[in-house]
Nanobody, 132 residues
Framework: VHLVESGGGSVQPGGSLRLSCEAS????????MSWVREFPGRGMEWVSG????????TYDYSVQGRFTVSRDNTKDMLYLQMNNLRSEDTALYYC??????????????????????????WGPGTQVTVSS
C-alpha cells in the first residue's frame, strides 16, 4: 500500500481546500477508503469515508455539511473538499483504506479495510492549518 496526500495548506477561517490522495500498490477500487486526521497528542480521528463504488459517503459530525469526500477509481484517487474551514480543523490529514471506527487518543488505531487488523501503512499526510 502506497499513499501520497496533497493539497493541504494555510487558510483563514471560512476558507476552502481540496485534498487529494494518490493510491497505489493495492486494488484501490475494491476497498472502502477514509480520510483520517491527527491532532498533536490526541491520536487519530476518523473524518470521512466512502464506499468502494463511491455511492455512499459518511462523515464525522464535526465536518458534516462542510466536507465532501469523493473518489475516482479510474485514476486511483481519493479527494476531500473542505469548505467553511474552522480553526479546530487544523491537523495532519491522511487517506487510508481504513474503516470508520478509529479509536482516538494515544494508542488508538484504525482498522484496515483490507485485513480488519490495525492499520499502520500511513502516507506522509498533508498539513491543514486554519488560522486568522
Amino acid at each position: 500500500v502506497h499513499l501520497v496526500e496533497s493539497g493541504g495548506g494555510s487558510v483563514q477561517p471560512g476558507g476552502s481546500l481540496r485534498l487529494s490522495c494518490e493510491a497505489s500498490g493495492f486494488a484501490f477500487s475494491s476497498f472502502y477508503m477514509s480520510w483520517v486526521r491527527e491532532f498533536p497528542g490526541r491520536g487519530m480521528e476518523w473524518v470521512s469515508g466512502i464506499t468502494r463504488d463511491g455511492r455512499d459517503a459518511t462523515y464525522d459530525y464535526s465536518v458534516q455539511g462542510r466536507f465532501t469526500v469523493s473518489r475516482d477509481n479510474t485514476k486511483d484517487m481519493l479527494y476531500l473538499q473542505m469548505n467553511n474551514l474552522r480553526s479546530e480543523d487544523t491537523a495532519l490529514y491522511y487517506c487510508a483504506p481504513v474503516l470508520n471506527d478509529c479509536t482516538g487518543g494515544p494508542g488508538g488505531y484504525c482498522r484496515s479495510a483490507i485485513t480488519g487488523t490495525p492499520y499502520n501503512m500511513w502516507g506522509p499526510g498533508t498539513q491543514v492549518t486554519v488560522s486568522s
